[in-house]
Every structure is written in structure tokens, then in C-alpha cells.
Nanobody, 115 residues
Framework: QVQLVESGGGLVQAGGSLRLSCVVSRNIWSIDMMGWYRQAPGKQRELVATITRGASTNYADSVKGRFTIFTDIPKNTVYLQMNSLKPEDTAVYYC?????????WGQGTQVTVSS
């Protein structure tokens, strides 16, 4: 089993920055893939960014160049650095871990970007 705890969400003005954190309950090097997803009100969940054990990353086109996903292995933590935030980035952000054949999810952290 994998437990994920997100933090770092909040209210920020357009153009500002936030860093989201996701603490993983096991050694992060054992996880096949980590990722961040988001869900805005009235919309379905969408992928934001992923990172593999080999440190390969993938980003949604809407955040490419603004967001960065990275890990701190000793702290078993994955981060999402969000810069140049836009109102359309407003959503609940969820941490995801793929371990063997199972996807695990955190409870989410709210990000609100004011215009």
C-alpha cells in the first residue's frame, strides 16, 4: 500500500508561484511513476505532469514551460513547482503514484489563482 499526503496549495494572484508537495509512505525509488493531476469545478480530472523512476518527465501542454515536477528521494517527496500561474490553473491538485498494477491517490490540495 502507498499513502500520499499533499500540501502547499493556497490562494495566489495570477503570475505568482506555488510549490506543491507530496510525501510518499514508502521509498520513492520503488514507485514506477509519480504524477500530479487536477480537477477544476465542473470538469473532469486531467493530467498535469508525471515523472518516472528514470526521471523522465511529461507535461500537459497547458502547463509546459511553467510547471516543473521533481523528486527529493531522501525525503520520499515529489514536488510540483508552479510558476506564472493563471486563473485557469485553479483546481484541486492530486498526487498520484503508480506502484506495480495499482494507482494510489492523495486527498488533494486546493489551488486558487485570482485574476
Amino acid at each position: 500500500q502507498v499513502q500520499l499526503v499533499e500540501s502547499g496549495g493556497g490562494l495566489v494572484q495570477a503570475g505568482g508561484s506555488l510549490r506543491l508537495s507530496c510525501v510518499v509512505s514508502r521509498n520513492i525509488w520503488s514507485i514506477d511513476m509519480m504524477g500530479w493531476y487536477r480537477q477544476a469545478p465542473g470538469k473532469q480530472r486531467e493530467l498535469v505532469a508525471t515523472i518516472t523512476r528514470g526521471a523522465s518527465t511529461n507535461y500537459a501542454d497547458s502547463v509546459k514551460g511553467r510547471f516543473t515536477i521533481f523528486t527529493d528521494i531522501p525525503k520520499n517527496t515529489v514536488y510540483l513547482q508552479m510558476n506564472s500561474l493563471k486563473p485557469e490553473d485553479t483546481a484541486v491538485y492530486y498526487c498520484n503514484a503508480k506502484f506495480w498494477d495499482v494507482n494510489y491517490w492523495g486527498q488533494g490540495t486546493q489551488v486558487t489563482v485570482s485574476s
